[in-house]
C-alpha cells in the first residue's frame, strides 16, 4: 500500500494569504494524483487531477505541482470560501488518500 | 448535470451486511469511459477508498476490505451496489458514491454523491 503524508495537518492563514499545503507519497506516483476539497456536511470537491491539472470550474487561485513523492498545492489567496479540510488521493497504484489539512482561519 | 445519489440502512447490526445502492443521474453507468466507486469517511476521519467497478462488472477492491467486499452494477437501473459482510463498530462512516476518472493509471473521482452515515450498532 502507497502511504500519503499530509502537512500541516492544520494550517492557520489569514484571508487574502497564500497557503501551501504538502502531501509525500511512500513511493513514487509518478504524477497520478489528485486533490479535493471537503468543507463540513459535504462530499470531497475535485480540485486537481494529474497533480497540477486544474478541474473543471475551479478558480485559478488553486495550483498543483510536484510530481514522484513530493506535491503541493498551492491557494495563492485565501478566500472565506477556502476554509475546508484537503485531501491529497494518489491512484498510481490501487487508490489511497492521505489524512487531510485543515486550513483554518487565523 | 450528473447526479449520484446513495441510499440503503442508516443502521445495521453487528456481524450483518452493509448494503448500499447508488443511482446514477444525467448520464449512463455504461458509458465504456468511467468507472463508479465508493469511498467512506469514519466521523471525524479521513477518506478510505472500498472499490470500484466498470459498466461490464469488472471490478477492483482495496486489499484490506476485499475479504468482505462486493460491488455490483445494474445497469438497467443505473445504478450500483455495494455490500460489506461481517460489519464491526469499524465500520461506521459516512459512505460516498463517486464516478472514477481513469486517468494515466488508475481513477482520480469528479463527480460524488452526497453521503449516507451507516451506523453499526446493536
Known amino acids: 500500500e502507497i502511504v500519503m503524508t499530509q502537512s500541516p495537518a492544520t494550517l492557520s492563514v489569514s484571508p487574502g494569504e497564500r497557503a501551501t499545503l504538502s502531501c509525500r507519497a511512500s513511493q513514487s506516483v509518478t504524477s497520478n494524483l489528485a486533490w479535493y476539497q471537503q468543507k463540513p456536511g459535504q462530499a470531497p470537491r475535485l480540485l486537481i487531477y494529474g497533480a497540477s491539472t486544474r478541474a473543471t470550474g475551479i478558480p485559478a487561485r488553486f495550483s498543483g505541482s510536484g510530481s514522484g513523492t513530493e506535491f503541493t498545492l498551492t491557494i495563492s489567496s485565501l478566500q472565506s470560501e477556502d476554509f475546508a479540510v484537503y485531501y491529497c488521493q494518489q491512484y498510481n497504484y490501487w487508490l489511497t488518500f492521505g489524512g487531510g489539512t485543515k486550513v483554518e482561519v487565523k | 448535470q450528473l447526479q449520484l445519489q446513495e441510499s440503503g440502512p442508516g443502521l445495521v447490526k453487528p456481524s450483518e451486511t452493509l448494503s448500499l445502492t447508488c443511482t446514477v443521474s444525467?448520464?449512463?453507468?455504461?458509458?465504456?469511459?468511467?468507472?463508479w466507486g465508493w469511498i467512506r469517511q469514519p466521523p471525524e476521519k479521513g477518506l478510505e477508498w472500498i472499490g470500484s467497478?466498470?459498466?461490464?462488472?469488472?471490478?477492483y477492491y482495496n486489499p484490506s476490505l476485499k475479504s468482505r467486499v462486493t460491488i455490483s452494477v445494474d445497469t438497467s437501473k443505473n445504478q450500483f451496489s455495494l455490500k460489506l459482510s461481517s460489519v464491526t463498530a469499524a465500520d461506521t462512516a459516512v459512505y460516498y458514491c463517486?464516478?472514477?476518472?481513469?486517468?494515466?493509471?488508475?481513477?482520480?473521482?469528479?463527480?460524488w454523491g452526497q453521503g449516507t452515515l451507516v451506523t453499526v450498532s446493536s
Open positions: 467497478i466498470y459498466y461490464s462488472g469488472s471490478t
Open positions: 444525467d448520464d449512463s453507468i455504461s458509458s465504456n469511459i468511467y468507472y
Open positions: 463517486a464516478r472514477g476518472v481513469p486517468f494515466s493509471s488508475l481513477d482520480y473521482f469528479d463527480y
